[in-house]
């Protein structure tokens, strides 16, 4: 199992980012995937989940209204769209797999990527 996220960067409060994982090793068609971020000096935060469906599992508070996830199943890979950026998204953003739905505490994933890095600053 590979999960490799990716395009991450600089961008200016208020812009936009689009995150893409690509998934390798297993069908993403058959799993509930998430977003989760970790910013400087602090602790893995859920962000967002979906469904192997493609429905929306749910997103976090702080970014709700302003980030949605999608996926496509048949390309294998996981989206983030991430709009009216803040400095306070900056961190490390990373795609995962867990090993059943309804997960969102970060112990309980079983597969991360990399990360890619967001940085939001004027």
């Known amino acids: 199992v590979q999960l490799q996220a990716s395009g991450g960067g600089l961008v200016q409060p208020g812009g936009s980012l689009r995150l893409s994982c690509a998934a390798s090793g297993f069908a993403l068609s058959n799993y509930y995937m998430s977003w989760l971020r970790q910013a400087p000096g602090k602790g893995q935060e859920w962000v967002a989940s979906i469904y192997d469906d493609g429905s929306v599992a749910g997103y976090a508070d702080s970014v709700k209204g302003r980030f949605t996830v999608a996926r496509d199943n048949l390309k294998n890979m996981l989206y983030l769209k991430m709009d009216s950026l803040k400095p306070e998204d900056t961190a490390v953003y990373y795609c995962?797999?867990?090993?059943?739905?309804?997960?969102?505490?970060?112990?309980?994933?079983?597969?991360w990527g990399q990360g890619t890095q967001v940085t939001v600053s004027s």
């Open positions: 995962a797999k867990a090993p059943r739905t309804s997960v969102r505490t970060p112990g309980q994933y079983d597969y």
